[in-house]
């Protein structure tokens, strides 16, 4: 079975640019899961996808940030623009309703 | 807030001792409870979960966690450790209802030959 894959792997950008990451979630799964992993801290979730519908976004920073999960299979998250507290490995996840989450191997963001 | 506690976050150990840490969370209802482990340079991988029914639940690798509902506890156990199990380990719950994965904040756990 294919797990989650996520795109890229690594990101340099500088303060105030763009970035885009881009997550394949493993065929079937409803639920789609964006985190924020900074060094030394647990996942944060950004945000949460059943199908195509959003059902928590409470810790997304809306002003940045913003996902979309199209058709309810790949999904992605965009910052724009960056600040230097963005630095972090963002993961995405997915899995059956109430169930374990499957992990991508994640993208690490540096904003410098 | 709702939350999920760990303690000790980095915990050194020789091998072949013994390993617990512990999970406690603050959710009041029935709750569905996992730890992951991370190894280094991996991506996140769930090491046990539970759901209902018998509280002592055996995951992969030899580890163990023991569900206290009264205590709302979920700590993990692995009697005698390994190099190879030197890694961050979290604990997540889902709440009954919400569908939300929360984690705690992990444990750096580094095991000595």
């Known amino acids: 079975e294919a797990g989650v894959a996520q795109s890229p792997r690594y990101k340099i950008i500088e303060k105030r640019q763009s970035v885009a990451f881009w997550c394949n979630p493993i065929?079937?799964?409803?639920?789609l899961y964006w985190y924020q992993q900074i060094l030394g801290q647990g996942p944060k979730l950004l945000i949460q996808?059943?199908?195509?519908?959003?059902?928590?976004d409470s810790q997304l920073p809306k002003d940045r940030f913003s996902a979309e999960r199209l058709k309810g299979v790949d999904s992605t998250l965009k910052i724009q623009p960056a600040k230097l507290e963005d630095s972090a490995v963002y993961l995405c996840?997915?899995?059956?309703?109430?169930?374990?989450?499957?992990f991508g191997q994640g993208t690490r963001l540096t904003v410098v | 807030a709702q939350s999920v506690s760990q303690h000790n976050h980095h915990v050194i150990l020789s091998e072949a001792a013994s390993l617990e840490l512990g999970c406690n969370y603050s959710?009041?209802?029935?709750?569905?409870l996992f730890w992951y482990v991370q190894y280094p340079g991996q991506h996140l991988q769930l090491l046990l979960k539970y759901f209902s029914g018998d509280p002592l639940v055996k995951g992969i690798k030899g580890f163990e966690a023991e569900f206290i509902k009264s205590k709302f506890s979920f700590n993990l156990r692995k009697p005698s450790v390994q190099w190879s199990d030197t890694a961050e380990y979290f604990c997540?719950?889902?709440?009954?209802?919400?569908?939300?994965?929360?984690f705690g904040k992990g444990n750096q756990v580094v095991v000595i030959p």
């Open positions: 997540a719950v889902i709440p009954w209802g919400n569908n939300r994965l929360a």
């Open positions: 996840a997915s899995g059956e309703t109430n169930t374990e989450a499957f």
């Open positions: 996808f059943q199908n195509n519908g959003v059902v928590d």
């Open positions: 959710y009041g209802g029935t709750v569905n």
């Open positions: 065929s079937g799964h409803a639920t």
